[in-house]
């Protein structure tokens, strides 16, 4: 996470990578840059406090339903800090909206890679819906990367659509980050589900 201060929008700009999360209540700016990866932007238009989570769904993915597979396990821990983190600033649950953004196929191909994008939107949305958090946009899937500002503040969400060099960085990353991820899995890290 780095912060620095833009001039042009006369705010603090908070840059999140896969893996993390930011919420704020003060006038600040979330920003992201996304391949196959999701940010979800929540926000509480009634409080005024807003946030952005940024997470890739790594792991073997396989048919079947997403919360029982091994890749709803990291998009779950990153809603559940988020919306918690929201909720420690005065947010209200039921007045959640939603916007969701990301999910590219910037690899191209058919290969277990491949479906992460998908699953990692398919995951997003059914989880948005389970927990009744309206989506007011989205722009997902499709091959091209995204860069997204989020006015903490008023939910306000800028996006732009990249290609070229600025992808092939994004796919870069995101390939290390599953590597990175899968290689702590093997070493034992597991993340234990409690079963009755």
Excluded at 18 to 27: C, H, K, L, Q, T
Excluded at 51 to 80: D, K, T, V
Excluded at 121 to 132: G, H, M, S
């Amino acid at each position: 996470m780095q912060r620095r201060h833009n001039e042009h929008f006369k705010r603090d700009v908070v840059d999140i990578v896969a893996g993390e999360y930011y919420v704020s209540r003060d006038a600040e700016i979330v920003t992201t840059l996304l391949g196959s990866c999701v940010a979800t932007c929540l926000f509480d238009p009634e409080v005024g406090v807003g946030g952005m989570n940024h997470f890739m769904l790594p792991g073997q993915l396989q048919p079947g339903p997403i919360f029982a597979s091994e890749a709803g396990r990291y998009g779950m821990f990153a809603m559940e800090r988020l919306i918690n983190e929201l909720l420690k600033m005065g947010a209200r649950r039921e007045k959640l909206v939603a916007k969701v953004f990301g999910g590219a196929n910037l690899l191209g191909g058919q290969n277990d890679a491949s479906r992460v994008p998908e699953q990692n939107v398919l995951f997003t949305l059914e989880y948005l819906q389970l927990e009744n958090i309206p989506v007011l946009i989205s722009d997902v899937g499709g091959t091209v990367g995204r860069r997204i500002y989020m006015f903490t503040d008023s939910g306000r969400v800028l996006l732009k659509r990249l290609g070229g060099k600025p992808v092939r960085t994004v796919a870069r990353r995101e390939v290390a980050y599953q590597k990175n991820l899968r290689e702590r899995e093997g070493s034992g890290s597991k993340v234990e589900w409690f079963r009755n």
